[in-house]
């Protein structure tokens, strides 16, 4: 198969798009209610409690001469009660029982060598009902008080709940938007009338990893900022394209250097000029992703380089707040599917923490079940499932175009699958034209869908096939990353240019005489006269 090409074209990425909101089951298929803001709810819950006489109440704007940074600090109540901290992942049985570390350490690896995590003081978090945290959370949703107005930190309390709003590195990412696959469910699969797809692509740099990477920078920012004042010099990561884009734009906004491992010709030119624009250390190297990763760790154990990789567990906080996102979204209703595609695994285990945060402090009686996606050129967690979780082996990811997950030894392996188990979840796999031809029929029903997204769909389709998903499941497929980011891919499929592949729903231009009579012939085949 030939490997993803680049393209030359230079394309903007779209942005936030409104939320879709449910306002109960009664109206799930009601589609006036789909188009309701989110925050509809709790603007109405305000207005009821503020009274009469804050309806005709004047809101001041800011002094002109003050940011919102700025205004937030004037604004600013009293210290948070809530913390976090580090704990080994999982806790080992034969460790010290008592190992934690502050979030101020620079630390990737426990005592035993295994990965850590962040754990949140859940019982000051329990203080407070699940209906408090609810209203809470959706009253800042839209918002451009800082730093509440994004996606990741109106919901703080529950991913750096001690750093200091000033520290915050916020492109206002999140929020994103809630798609309803109406006709794809419909004439595709079975008559399915609640699918969606959650649009993490639609971002900053066109990828979910913002929700990760602006509470990773953030912290840095803190830690090299007075009074903690640590020597950090930048930030490092090793990346399959979407990673290094968010490292190197967060960066950027902070002005702290980023340093970049490339794998050579595995990347698409829209996710290589990302970083490049954005003045990062770009270093392309002739290995794939995780030859990648070895070197970015060992050059970060010898440099005073922050490690930005999800070996470190601060970016899966703020990648949780997706799932708590979908919640909102339902009006805190549980889907019963989530779909997410799977390569380094980090964002499964996000996914299942911030579904399991909400559950064990009341904002939803129950977490759904959790299917992961794998390329079936790239697929250890895959194996590992079918082998009954006994048999784990990395192994060289092979080329797809799925280029994001083309990774055979993923560093979050062991948290995939505690989030897999928890959750009575699903492993499947895509080949690389199931996950092509997946692609091109969700572009065929109005999305413009990344490959890794076919992934998911392409399992979506095959669970479907085989009984496990039913028609009226709520389910949501994840999408990771904007279509625009893989344009070359869509290129090669519709000119049918992909060896062994039949590229079933090509759609390629049509060349036509530029006269009326040879226009008039081609659209009356076309149309097979329907319309004429």
Known sequence: MATPAATTSSLSLLFAHPHF???????????????????????????????????????????AEENIREEAARLRGPATTFSAWYEPFPPAS???????????????????????????????????PGSYWRDLFDSRVGRTTWPYGSGVWSKKEF?????????????????SNLFWAERLGREHLGGMNDLWVKQCGISHTGSFKDLGMTALVSQVNRLRRAPLSRPINGVGCASTGDTSAALSAYCAAAGIPAI????????SLQQLIQPIANGATVLSLDTDFDGCMRLIREVTA?????????????????????????????????????????????????????????????????????????????????????????????????????????????????????????????VEEATEEELMDATALADLTGMFACPHTGVALAALF??????????NDRTVVVSTAHGLKFTQSKIDYHDKNIKDMLCQYANPPISVKPDFGSVMDVL?????GVLL
């Not at 970049?260 to 990347?267: N, S």
């Not at 669970?463 to 028609?471: E, K, N, S, V």
């Not at 009356?524 to 097979?528: F, P």
Request: glycine content about 6%.
């Open 302 to 426: 010898e440099l005073p380089i922050y490690l930005a990789n999800s070996l470190n567990s601060l970016r899966l906080e703020g990648q949780k707040t997706a799932a708590i996102e979908i919640l909102q979204q339902f009006n805190w209703q549980v889907p019963d599917w989530v779909i997410i595609p799977g390569g380094n695994l980090g964002n499964i285990y996000a996914f299942y923490k911030g579904f399991e945060m909400c559950r064990a402090l009341g904002l939803v009686d129950r977490v759904p079940r959790l299917v992961c996606a794998q390329a079936a050129n790239a697929n250890p967690l895959y194996r590992y499932y079918k082998s009954g979780w006994t048999d784990f082996q990395s192994l060289v990811a092979g080329t797809t175009f799925a280029s994001a997950i083309q990774i055979g030894d993923p560093v979050s392996i062991d948290r995939a699958v505690v989030a897999l188990k928890a959750t009575d979840g699903i």
């Open 260 to 267: 970049v491992f490339l794998p050579a010709d595995r990347i």
């Open 524 to 528: 009356q085949k076309k149309l097979n």
């Open 94 to 128: 034969d460790g010290d029982p008592n190992e934690r570390y502050s979030l101020d350490e620079v630390v990737y690896r426990s005592t035993s060598g295994g990965l850590l995590d962040v754990r949140h003081d859940m019982d000051a978090l329990a203080r407070f």
């Open 462 to 471: 095959k669970l479907r096939d085989q009984g496990m998903i039913g028609t």
């Open 21 to 63: 909101h449910h306002p109960s089951t009664k109206q799930r298929l009601d589609r006036s209610h789909l188009r309701l803001p989110l925050r509809a709810a709790a603007h109405r819950t305000r207005c009821a409690t503020e009274g009469a006489s804050a309806s005709t109440a004047t809101k001041h704007r800011r002094p």
């Open 159 to 175: 991913v750096l709940p001690e750093i200091d709003s000033d520290h915050i590195v916020s492109l206002f990412e999140g929020n």
